[in-house]
């Protein structure tokens, strides 16, 4: 059964760096077909894809974040991870990691990320 | 980008109701639309894709269909367990790009 887990700080000050990891359990990340990628959800709001990584390498951004964010995937830990340069308060969401192709089919659970001095 | 559309935002309903959700794209998609349902403090569970293929495990009362910029998802026979938020997303923009709908709101009356 694929699970996936996000971990990361809860409280992130603003013009600094949001950044979280999801851990991977029941599949490998590498070499299997699949993208690894990022979705956010402000309080109250509808869902943003952030980006996604492929094949332990190949990235995808979503064009209105793309200048402050990196993906980047660990094969040897089985985890991707997330790094959201100067951040403002209106990056404060719950943040998901997810496995997909065209479609999101498994989802972590979701970690909320507040951004506040 | 392409742009999705859903409506109503929100609607309210009975048990036993039968309701339908409408998602349009900004451009033709085909069929690489998905619904996802979403309760409170939980992750989005993804229902259906490519417009109209039930995810393993999800109830026959849940039903997609439509082409191009038009689609519905249609709950046959409303349970209790059904009232959340439903998402619609497009995977036409496949890998560079994914989008969702803004969300409707499914609540009790």
């Known amino acids: 059964q694929l699970q996936l887990q996000e971990s990361g700080p809860g409280l992130v000050k603003p013009s600094e760096t949001l950044s979280l990891t999801c851990t991977v359990s029941?599949?490998?990340?590498?070499?299997?077909?699949?993208?690894w990628g990022w979705i956010r959800q402000p309080p109250g709001k509808g869902l943003e894809w952030i980006g996604s990584v492929f094949d332990s390498g190949t990235t995808y951004y979503n064009p209105s974040l793309k200048s402050r964010v990196t993906i980047s995937a660990d094969t040897s830990k089985n985890q991707f991870s997330l790094k959201l340069n100067s951040v403002i308060a209106t990056d404060t969401a719950i943040y998901y990691c997810a496995r997909h192709v065209r479609i999101l089919a498994y989802w972590g659970q979701g970690t909320l990320v507040t951004v506040s001095s | 980008d392409i742009q999705l559309t859903q409506s109503p935002s929100s609607v309210s309903a009975s048990v036993g109701d039968r309701v339908t959700i409408t998602c349009r794209a900004s451009q033709d998609i085909s069929r690489w639309l998905a619904w996802y349902q979403q309760k409170p403090g939980k992750a989005p569970n993804l229902l259906i894709f490519?417009?109209?293929t039930l995810q393993s495990g999800v109830p026959s009362r849940f039903s997609g269909s439509g082409s191009g910029t038009d689609f519905t998802l249609t709950i046959t026979g409303l349970q209790p367990e059904d009232f959340a938020t439903y998402y619609c997303q497009q995977g036409n923009s496949f890998p560079f790009m994914y989008t969702f709908g803004q969300g409707t709101k499914l609540e009790i009356k």
């Open positions: 490519a417009a109209s």
């Open positions: 029941g599949g490998s990340i590498s070499r299997s077909n699949y993208y």
